[in-house]
């Protein structure tokens, strides 16, 4: 994996930071976040600023160009991959480890007195901002909004923004019609006292308006904003996204005349506007309302700053915490979406344990395979991240992304990682299997058996409603902490249904944050690993759906709950030392396998793929 040269495109940023055609003053230092206008994880290709300035391409991170350094602070996801991708004009800046001091501490060190930090203020979130802020004006600094993007001026080839068509979701996917959806949010804006809700996340808008699309890849989502008052709805979107087909679910044309619809309730009656006119509505709003503005201070410091403070509600959007909570129908897609997604790794599977030994597979094809397999389901729509197929070593990069340079045979003599997820019209998908072909070594044995008793110990818990996921995470890290081991990243993260693969408000992690409790109905991720820089990596992961747990009793009726499996893909025994596993941890893998094999099973039948089913047979025999 060769380095990205960045010699000649900060030579022309820092050029840009002293250039008072682009700049009002001098800037000192200049930060290019990783996300967009909607603070998104994964981005759309014009978005990728950081990667494009930088060389590294993982989804997390941000970098900071001063007049003569340049620095990248990125999670243990990323470490070597960052490390591979930089070149020696950059400093990696190892996020979670001690000593790393935050962005604002490293700036107030190696500025100049007085010295001004600039940054696109639509790309930094208002909490993110106030916090740099303080810190910097603290030691006699300032952060100033930059109204030209000055990675877009260096950026000669940037690809122009996505004019994707977006994809309507009936009930019979969503099981709550759009209007009801935007009535139960007002009722969460009368309860907190807002009079205007201003909605900036993708994934909160296509969730609310039951649409879809794909204008971040892996993502199916569009970029947008809406506004919700008690008697408006406003959407913000290019409009040659909405066809007649978007028309009618919106209920702005009947069927009959392309006329818009007499019946329509005006409360939830939608106004569109072009995308980028949300600045200039959100700029004279003291004459569209008088109340309160709820604006999540997630949201970009650039729409945020438009409100004054002593007017803003600045909690996370209601919608966050609705869409988290699944309801019935929903979660019965995410399960049918699990069950082909099972299907799809069983027939995988077995195809690699017969062409691995004829030395036919390498990580790419691997990848490339599944890919091909996958589509060949029903409501099949794309995959949920790029598949991080890995072989050895690479299988120690956390979020690995195969390619030609890096891209390794499968061997016997190698574990090999699979990190894969697709987007079905019914649910998402993310699962991780790890496997060797071969003889796996002591090492492999005993890392890979206490990586399932961390997932067993966190998935079999019975805990308070309410609880938090970071009070959790310990669960899936003990058995690697007594033979001092552990990992650097998360345990679990929350996913959308048939919506982002990574969802809020909920996770399950080392790092204590104010995200939400855990409620019946969150689906979650539970995968705990092990990585061994430069040999091997372990990682288990099964989406689990929050329920409610029996219990003796119910101490002052807070209610208990606990995790149930969606992912039913079998965890190969071969890896496993199984005198390290308790009865109880023996008991919880057979009975895991037996629900693999009755609902998998059926379904590889039914599908006529009996390869596939008599891996899985194999597969799921007893331990013990």
């Known amino acids: ?116 930090v600039g940054v696109d203020p639509f790309l930094i979130a208002a909490e993110t901002w106030k916090a740099m802020s303080k810190h910097l004006e603290s030691n006699g600094h300032m952060l100033v909004p930059v109204a030209q993007n000055l990675v877009d001026v260096v950026w000669e080839d940037q690809p122009p923004p996505p004019t994707n068509p977006l994809i309507t979701l009936s009930i019979k996917y969503t099981g709550v019609a759009w209007q009801d959806k935007v009535k139960n949010v007002r009722k969460k804006m009368k309860d907190k006292g807002a009079a205007l809700l201003v909605i900036t996340a993708l994934d909160d808008i296509a969730w609310l308006f039951n649409l879809r699309g794909s204008d971040i890849v892996y993502n199916p989502v569009f970029f947008s904003y809406c506004i919700v008052t008690e008697d408006f709805l406003g959407l913000f979107i290019d409009e040659s996204k909405v066809d007649d087909a978007v028309l009618h679910h919106l209920a702005l044309k009947t069927e009959e005349n392309n006329a818009p619809a007499n019946d329509t309730d005006a409360s939830v009656k939608v106004t569109l506007y072009p995308y980028d006119a949300i600045q200039d509505y959100l700029s004279d709003l003291k004459d569209k309302v008088s109340g309160k503005v709820w604006v999540s201070d997630r949201s970009s410091y650039a729409l945020v700053s438009m409100i004054p403070e002593n007017n803003r509600i600045s909690l996370p959007c209601p919608i966050a915490l609705m869409k988290a909570v699944k309801n019935a129908t929903e979660t019965e897609g995410m399960r049918k979406a699990h069950i082909k997604d099972a299907v799809t790794l069983c027939e995988f599977f077995a195809w690699l344990e017969k062409e691995v030994p004829a030395g036919n597979v390498t990580e790419l094809s691997a990848a490339e395979k599944l890919e091909k397999i996958k589509r060949h389901q029903e409501g099949y729509v ?154 091997f990596g372990v990682r288990i992961e099964n989406l689990v759906l929050v329920k409610k747990a029996n219990t003796k009793n119910n101490f002052k009726n807070k209610g208990f709950l606990t995790f149930e499996p969606i992912t039913l893909v079998p965890i190969q025994t071969k890896m496993l030392i199984p005198s390290m596993l308790s009865q109880k941890e023996i008991d919880w893998l057979n009975n895991y396998h037996q629900t693999c094999r009755e609902i998998v099973g059926q379904a590889l039948r039914d599908q006529g793929k009996q390869e596939a089913q008599e891996w899985l047979i194999r597969e799921t025999e007893p331990l013990g």
């Open 1 to 116: 994996m060769a380095a990205k040269n960045t010699t000649h495109l900060l030579k022309k940023l820092r050029n840009l930071m002293k250039n008072s055609n682009f700049v009002s003053e001098q800037l000192h230092a200049y930060i290019i976040p990783s996300g967009d206008a909607h603070q998104s994880e994964y981005i759309a290709a014009c978005d990728c600023r950081r990667p494009f300035i930088s060389g590294f391409t993982g989804s997390a991170g941000t970098a900071v160009v001063t007049e003569s350094q340049a620095a990248l602070w990125t999670d243990g996801r990323y470490f070597l991959q960052a490390e591979r991708q930089m070149d020696d004009n950059w400093t990696l800046m190892k996020d979670g480890v001690p000593e790393t001091p935050t962005q604002a501490e490293w700036l107030s060190k190696v500025l100049p007195t007085g010295g001004r």
């Open 382 to 535: 794309s995959l949920s991240f790029s598949t991080i197929s890995s072989s050895g070593p690479n299988a120690a990069v956390i979020h690995y992304n195969p390619s030609e340079e890096t891209n390794r045979q499968v061997t016997t003599d190698e574990i090999y990682l699979c990190d894969s997820g697709a987007q079905y019209r019914d649910g998402t998908t993310d699962v991780t299997r790890t496997v060797h072909f071969g003889n796996p070594t002591t090492q492999e044995q005993e890392c890979f058996t206490r990586v399932l008793k961390g997932h067993i110990a966190l998935g079999s818990v019975i805990f308070p409603n309410g609880v938090k996921g970071h009070m959790l995470d310990t669960l899936a890290r003990t058995s690697l902490w007594e033979a001092g081991l552990d990992y650097m990243h998360g345990t679990g993260h929350g996913v959308g249904c048939f919506l982002n693969v990574h969802e809020g408000p909920c996770g399950i992690t080392y790092k204590t944050f104010t995200g939400a409790g855990l409620e019946e109905g969150m689906i979650l991720s539970d995968e705990p690993g092990y990585y061994e820089d430069g040999k």
